[in-house]
């Protein structure tokens, strides 16, 4: 990750350099004022008055053209940082929040959006303005030493102000973001479950609770801006009697013969100058603490998924083989001791009483989450030799609960990958979805609100299934399928079973429902973390007296 924000700093040079052009056109006009006040007024030549007019004119326009130049530059450094950082970022956000062991990193577009902002904005990008400072130091020390000793104190004195100011104001603009940010992601929560809030009578509880954070970021945000406000006023304060004590410094300089009148009336341009970029840091200031803090952020939490070259496996015959496998989190065990195998084209039953590990169990045999002993393998290969988006190819997975997404019914089947419409007619059909989904408003472009609420737990759950079949994986990893669905659903997915076991797709499913247990060919018995059985399914049948 870090890579990446480097490659950013190509745009630094080209920004420097603009930078560098606008302060010295600037520099044109105090030269500008100095030449009329010393040599025009005394000659009354107009045409000379004309002539240097029009250059500084033009001077004061490339300036104003670079500098648009310059904004230019830093919105395409931010629309590239964008751009580049997405994909990692997202990446790294889908994985970490299925991980059990998860960081817990939520925010990471927010982070990238405040990154991309402060560059666009120049938040960053007006420090190479800094060095200029002493280069217009220079220039009033070559006008004479007073006048640079006034501004030199003036702007000593600014920094120190603003070097506390930032010290004041830091951790309350950070405090007031993650209390934000954290208020809404639980307002988010809780309109997912609106009913049960409304139902339950435990709305005004909610609100005095979001309330209660709302108002103490306001609070920080309110204290930080009354100190940002109390030193931005000292700051200009000491801008304007900066100013001004040069303009009285150079009268009497003048009168003493020390300067010229044009030297005198230069120097306040060039003054002005020098306070121009702790001004403009300080119209920026919260932006720049809140996106160092972002930066910080990316580059803690994405620097931890180190990228790795990996070899690409042929497609899996479906061979699925469980060798000792021990998961523990946080100390404490859920798995424990697992062996088992599955021939390709096989269907394996999974049974066992609520708690019992069966849903644990899939997401490590799918690479959801690392074992924290033993293998998991399929064909001869360990599945940590899969990419994620690589063995998604290869396994189709109904979860236990339904998970759909807003977007088309047909972007869901596929997974909200290429839409192949065929291969989604194919999936449906055989999820026994594809009639129910053309009696739709819009058949297979219906638009799906958030988790599929539009429609009902039964179409939800073959449309999953029809998802979990694209593509004809070799591999169908199934959860409770059967969860929810009413008889003609349940002769769906038994249909549904009998066409996978056709088409020698090996099928692993978790179901208590004895009419599509007798159509598997072995069977698991889990209690406790442990797998207590495993066998060919008449005989584990038999053995439990399962008729």
């Known amino acids: 990750m870090q890579s990446l924000l480097k490659t950013q700093f190509r745009y630094f040079f080209p920004v420097c350099f603009f ?16 030449v009329v006040y010393d040599k025009v007024l005394i000659s009354f030549s107009i045409e000379t008055l004309t002539n240097l007019t029009i250059g500084v004119l033009i001077a004061l326009a490339a300036m104003g053209i ?6 230019r530059i830093m919105i395409q450094a931010g629309t590239d940082l964008e751009e580049k950082m997405i994909t990692p ?12 062991t998860g960081r817990g990193y939520e925010r990471g577009l927010q982070d990238l959006g405040m990154l ?10 007006r420090l190479p303005d800094l060095p200029w400072i002493a280069v217009y130091i220079a220039v009033l020390f070559f006008m004479h030493t007073t006048l640079a000793l006034i501004v030199l104190t003036g702007i000593v004195t600014s920094f120190i102000f603003q070097f506390f100011l930032r010290l004041l104001i830091k951790k309350r603009y950070v405090l007031s973001d993650i209390i934000l940010f954290s208020g809404n992601r639980s307002i988010s929560e809780y309109l997912d479950h609106a009913e049960t809030i409304s139902g339950m009578g435990m709305a005004q509880g909610i609100i005095k609770k979001y309330t209660g954070m709302h108002m103490e970021a306001i609070k920080l945000d309110y204290d930080a801006a009354a100190y940002k406000a109390g030193i931005k006023s000292v700051i200009k304060t000491i801008n304007t009697i900066t100013a001004t004590a040069v303009f009285g410094a150079g009268v009497h300089l003048y009168f003493a013969n020390e300067i010229t009148s044009g030297i005198m009336m230069a120097a306040i341009p060039v003054t002005l100058r020098l306070f121009y970029p702790l001004v403009e840091s300080l119209h920026t200031l919260k932006a720049s603490i809140e996106a160092a803090a972002a930066y910080k952020r990316i580059r803690t939490y994405i620097n931890t998924s180190q990228s790795r070259a990996t070899f690409t496996l042929p497609a899996p015959q479906g061979k699925i083989s469980i060798e000792k496998m021990t998961f523990v989190l946080k100390g404490k065990t859920l798995l424990q ?15 066992g009483p609520s708690g019992s590990g069966k849903t644990v169990l899939l997401k490590l045999l799918l690479g ?15 599945i940590s030799q899969w990419q994620n988006e690589e063995l998604g190819k290869y396994v189709g997975y109904h979860p236990q609960n339904t998970e759909l997404f807003s977007g088309r019914i047909d972007e869901n089947i596929a997974g909200f990958k290429t839409v192949v419409p065929e291969n989604i007619i194919e999936a449906a059909k055989k999820a026994g979805a594809h009639e129910m ?30 998802r979990a079949l694209y593509n004809n994986p070799p591999i169908v990893v199934m959860d409770e399928p059967h969860a929810g669905l009413d008889e003609i659903g349940l002769k769906l997915l038994l249909q549904t079973m009998l066409e996978l076991k056709k088409e020698k797709t ?10 599509l247990l007798r159509n598997t060919d072995k069977i698991l018995v889990m209690n406790d973390k442990q797998a207590v059985s495993f066998g060919a399914s008449h005989e584990i049948m038999k053995q439990y007296k399962i008729q």
């Open 437 to 466: 989904i053309l009696q739709l408003p819009d058949g297979y472009n219906t638009w799906m609100e958030k988790q599929g609420k539009n429609l009902s737990g039964g179409q939800r759950k073959i449309i999953s299934t029809a």
């Open 368 to 382: 959801i989450w690392p074992a924290t002993a033993g293998k998991v393998k399929i064909d001869e290969s360990e």
């Open 19 to 34: 930078g560098m052009c606008v302060n010295l056109l600037y520099l044109s006009l105090p030269v500008y004022i100095m």
């Open 66 to 71: 670079l500098d648009y130049f310059r904004s």
């Open 89 to 100: 970022i997202l990446t790294f956000m889908l994985k970490d929040a299925a991980l059990q």
């Open 337 to 351: 001791n697992i062996s088992f195998s599955v021939e390709p084209g096989e269907t394996l039953g999974i049974v």
């Open 116 to 125: 991309k902002n402060s560059i666009a904005e120049e938040t960053f990008f």
């Open 506 to 515: 090996t099928l692993i499913i978790v179901t208590d429902r004895i009419n």
